[in-house]
């Protein structure tokens, strides 16, 4: 079963409207983080946004926004203002208790294609 | 900062030959990287996790004797794809971490051609 779920492969907004990317994960654990990461086509994975699992109040970063929904084990990404600029691939990404290897591992969605229409 | 440099950026060489990837951590310690594989259109899919000093774990179905992963200082991991094929044509990116709950910092990638 997939740890995180990106249901929306493909998504279109348009300039200086607000949109929001969604993500389900799965997880027994009561410790974990959620991430969130912008992959250009350039290719490098720039961090967003982190939210802790006993974070209380949703997470924020400037024109960023995690809608955070614990019960419903649920991570949205709210994207204000969109910029042409923010036209990219975005990933949900967990990472739970410790893995055994040495560090706490990522996994990571499918992710979201999102083009900013002028 | 964080700063991760990933070195080369695109390699394209002929099957057979053997091509090594660098991930430094340029302005900080990094007691673990992580190595990644992404195909076209694809997420990040993680290969192994390499401590410093010690031999790397690799997730299941990741070759150890074809992606050989060195990371023998606080700075440096490299990757290694031995006698390359074309079905290892690939974008392949590290990340560095300080360790434990520490958050993980991308390299720029290295998209890997074999002809």
């Known amino acids: 079963a997939q740890k995180i779920t990106q249901t929306q492969p493909g998504m279109f907004v348009q300039e200086k409207e607000a949109v929001t990317l969604d993500c389900t994960y799965d997880?027994?654990?009561?410790?974990?983080?959620l991430f969130w990461y912008k992959q250009p086509s350039s290719g490098e994975m720039i961090f967003l946004i982190y939210?802790?699992?006993?974070?209380?109040q949703n997470a924020t970063e400037g024109r960023y926004s995690l809608n955070f929904q614990k019960a419903r084990k649920s991570a949205n990404l709210v994207i204000s203002a969109s910029q042409l600029g923010d036209s990219a691939m975005y990933f949900c990404?967990?990472?739970?208790?410790?893995?055994?290897?040495?560090?706490?591992?990522?996994?990571f969605g499918k992710g979201t294609k999102l083009s900013v229409i002028p | 900062g964080a700063v991760v440099s990933q070195h080369p950026s695109w390699v394209i060489c002929k099957s057979g030959t053997s091509v090594k990837i660098e991930c430094r951590s340029l302005?900080?310690?990094?007691?673990?990287m992580f190595w990644y594989r992404q195909f076209p259109k694809q997420s990040l899919m993680l290969m192994a996790t390499?401590?410093?000093?010690?031999?790397?774990?690799?997730e299941q179905g990741v070759e150890k004797d074809k992606f050989l992963i060195n990371h023998a200082s606080l700075t440096l991991s490299t990757l290694t794809v031995t006698s390359a094929h074309p079905e290892d044509s690939s974008f392949y990116i590290c990340?560095?971490?300080?360790?434990?709950?520490?958050?993980?910092?991308f390299g720029d990638g290295t998209r890997l051609s074999i002809l």
């Open positions: 997880t027994s654990d009561q410790s974990y983080g």
């Open positions: 302005d900080f310690q990094a007691t673990t």
């Open positions: 939210q802790g699992s006993y974070d209380e």
């Open positions: 990340s560095a971490s300080r360790g434990g709950i520490q958050p993980q910092h």
């Open positions: 990404a967990m990472r739970e208790a410790y893995s055994g290897a040495g560090s706490y591992q990522l996994t």
């Open positions: 390499s401590n410093e000093g010690s031999k790397a774990t690799y």
